[in-house]
């Protein structure tokens, strides 16, 4: 992954754990319960590997920004947005674990069920939590952006926008390909994975960075392409993984694609055969077990899906590397997003 300057990672940090410290002790006039619905926010965002801020940073000093307060704030800004849609996918999904741990949602219906609550109402309470957290933090995401002064805020409040547009979209369409309201094409299932994966992940990071560092109109326009192809293949390999990964690695399940009826390129491809239809009615059983997952792993490879995905993320990688190879951009970001678009092909986690 690029590394950004670890100075400036570590004054993202601190800005985070000054926001947080000072919404914690609001929060707790307010009640201890939504004290501690702040305190499992905290605990939400510690941790994480920092992607996004790393591109933000990255490229605004690669693209000769100088004063790097307002990356800061800005890459600072980009971790809480990620949080909360993270926080919003998982109350969506119902889901009460990620990466193998309890998440926020899951804590507090936890919380409910150890006092004596019923299921009914700890899961109200639950997804109560996860909603509101969410929408605490986008709010948040939006103080902090109106501390970085005009032009440039003006700038990185239209690219959030933009972001959270095309997010919305591609989590909309997500539920519509898992619940049956959406027919799932490939082509549809593309769309998705750019709406709810590339924009927020890649493309807008790496803009915000070049605002901030006064770039032109046409590095912009580089950017958003560069960072739409790296997290299309950034989730199709995401995707490999949820069916053909390590659970050790990942730290979860990779049952749970299969259970849940996940909509993937992966199935697209297998739709039709021979092979999947053996097993189709396996597909989103929640009772799956792990000789059936099993089942339906064969047969993903044996109808051709998974070498047909596969052919696709080695396409699609070398297509973002030649794109990256003739864009503008510095020498060194081209080397650095040119290696970072074979790690996402390449990760195992």
């Excluded at 410290?21 to 605990?43: K, N, Q, V």
């Excluded at 920004?65 to 980009?78: D, K, W």
């Excluded at 972001?163 to 919305?168: G, K, R, V």
């Excluded at 070049?210 to 790296?230: F, N, S």
Aim: net charge negative; charged share 30%.
């Amino acid at each position: 992954m690029i590394i950004a300057d670890r100075q400036s990672l570590t004054d993202v940090d601190e800005r985070l754990e000054a926001l947080l410290a000072e919404r914690i002790e609001r929060a707790e006039s307010a009640g201890h319960a939504y004290g501690r619905l702040w305190t499992r926010i905290r605990d939400a965002i510690r941790g994480g590997k920092r992607i996004r801020p790393q591109l933000l940073l990255r490229a605004h000093a690669a693209l000769g920004g100088g004063e790097p307060r307002g990356a800061v704030t800005a890459a600072a800004a980009f971790e809480l947005l990620h949080t909360a849609l993270l926080v919003h996918d998982d109350m969506l999904d119902g889901d009460l674990v990620r990466r193998g741990e309890t998440n926020l949602q899951g804590a507090f219906v936890a919380e409910a069920l150890d006092g004596g609550s019923s299921v009914e109402a700890s899961t109200a309470w639950g997804g109560a939590a996860g909603l509101l957290a969410g929408d605490l933090l986008i709010s948040a995401v939006h103080s902090l952006l109106a501390e970085i002064p005009a032009p440039q805020s003006r700038g990185i409040q239209t690219l959030v926008d933009e972001c959270l547009f095309a997010t919305a979209a591609g989590e909309f369409a997500d539920i519509g390909l898992s619940v049956g309201t959406l027919e799932p094409t490939p082509d549809e299932i593309s769309r998705m994975m750019r709406n709810k994966t590339a924009a927020y992940s890649f493309a807008a990071p790496l803009r915000a960075g070049a605002v901030l560092a006064g770039a032109d109109a046409r590095i912009d326009a580089e950017l958003d392409e560069i960072g739409t192809l790296l997290g299309f293949v950034y989730q199709l390999r995401d995707d490999l993984l949820g069916v053909f990964g390590s659970e050790e690695l990942l730290g979860k399940s990779v049952d749970g694609d299969l259970r849940e009826g996940k909509r993937t390129l992966l199935i697209a491809y297998a739709e039709g055969t021979d092979a999947w239809e053996e097993v189709r009615h396996l597909f989103g059983r929640r009772s799956l077990d792990a000789d059936d997952a099993q089942r339906m792993r064969a047969a993903l490879i044996e109808s051709g899906a998974r070498s047909r995905a596969e052919l696709l993320l080695a396409r699609e990688c070398d297509a973002a590397i030649r794109r990256i190879e003739r864009s503008a951009l510095p020498a060194p970001l081209r080397d650095e997003l040119a290696q970072l678009a074979r790690r996402c092909a390449e990760r195992e986690s």
